[in-house]
């Protein structure tokens, strides 16, 4: 949904977390020239695999989740998106079709900054664009890490670092220790690129050892050292 309301970058109260913290007004007038925001609900497509991005989107609320469907058919998310990250970074830089798909996991918004506005900032400050480089170094070596995990881990451990990941982006609540995402099991497994089925067995494993607590979607981590040991040795 199309929200009329004007979220001006220059105003931004998450701008200090952001790529722009250090543009000077000028360059963030520049940005907000035919910038929108649009609202999705819980489940709803951001943008989908094979289409072409309409400029740099931006996470202002919510969260996301990017994945690939595999040649079976079964998904895999190969990230997790929080505000104020950016999503289909690549395929924008690369001025080529998103390879992969975004869901909202909860009701979230994103603002969309026209792309020629952000290029044109780029060419016009060599910081701004060594900091995209970094960006774009950070996720190359992010997917290789996960990559070599996915491939050479056993469940437990996939399952574990998947857990890991969700509370690395996350958090978790400081009232209960609850990670703050409501993940659904299969979410769970596409994370861990295994089976929904392995995902539960798994998951009630780790609860009998005591590592987590499970409430219907809710999962509380209760020994984060113990996770990060399976997620090492497998055990």
């Excluded at 994103?110 to 020629?116: E, M």
């Excluded at 509370?167 to 861990?192: C, E, F, M, T, W």
Aim: net charge positive; aromatic share 6%; with cysteine.
């Amino acid at each position: 949904m199309l929200d009329t309301e004007m979220h001006d970058c220059l105003c931004c109260s998450k701008k200090v977390h952001s790529l722009f913290s250090e543009l000077s007004c000028d360059e963030l007038i520049i940005l907000n020239e035919n910038k929108y925001k649009v609202s999705y609900k819980a489940g709803e497509t951001i943008y989908k695999a094979g289409t072409r991005p309409v400029g740099l989107l931006c996470l202002y609320q919510g969260k996301v989740k990017i994945s690939r469907m595999g040649m079976n058919g079964t998904e895999q998310i190969v990230a997790l998106k929080k505000p104020v990250d950016f999503i289909g970074f690549r395929a924008l830089m690369e001025e080529k079709y998103f390879l992969s798909s975004a869901v909202a996991l909860e009701p979230s918004s994103v603002c969309i900054i026209n792309k020629d506005n952000f290029f044109k900032t780029i060419r016009n400050n060599a910081n701004l664009a060594l900091r995209v480089i970094r960006i774009l170094a950070r996720e190359l070596n992010e997917l290789e890490g996960r990559l070599l995990n996915l491939t050479q881990k056993h469940v437990r451990a996939r399952l574990a670092d998947a857990l890991l990941i969700a509370h690395d982006v996350y958090g978790q609540s400081p009232d209960d220790g609850v990670l703050n995402v409501s993940l659904k099991r299969a979410d769970l497994a596409a994370l861990a690129n295994m089976t929904t089925a392995n995902a539960i067995r798994v998951l009630s494993s780790f609860a009998k050892e005591n590592v987590v607590e499970i409430d219907k979607r809710n999962i509380k981590i209760n020994d984060l050292n113990a996770l990060n040991e399976i997620s090492v040795w497998g055990r």
